[in-house]
């Protein structure tokens, strides 16, 4: 399970999300590389069945939770947009 929030990106209000994997938060912009629709196939839900890749639920593009890198499928290479985070007392901050 993801958590959701927006961000001003190029001073418009974008989509992203935050995911934990192996201990570790990783935040992407929310955005298929293929075309521009939102990964989420029900809210907060990111990732495939067996928990091991991101997915888009429109196109089935799966990417590496740990560094948004194009894993297979419509994303042909190209990967999400990361966001940098730092965990700091169990709070989640933004660094970018």
């Known amino acids: ?3 959701r929030f927006e961000l001003p990106w190029y001073g ?3 989509p992203a999300f935050a995911v934990r994997y192996n201990g570790q938060v990783h935040a992407y912009l929310n955005r298929c590389a ?3 629709v ?6 907060g ?4 069945h067996s928990r091991l890749y ?20 419509r994303c042909s290479g190209k990967g999400l947009q990361p966001l940098g985070v730092v965990e700091r007392d169990g709070l989640v901050y933004l660094t970018s």
């Open 1 to 3: 399970m993801g958590v």
């Open 12 to 14: 418009v209000a974008s």
């Open 34 to 36: 293929h075309v521009p």
């Open 38 to 43: 939102q990964l989420d196939w029900q809210q």
């Open 45 to 48: 839900e990111f990732f495939d």
């Open 54 to 73: 991101l997915i888009c639920a429109t196109h089935g593009a799966l990417y590496a939770p740990d560094s948004g890198r194009c894993m297979g499928g």
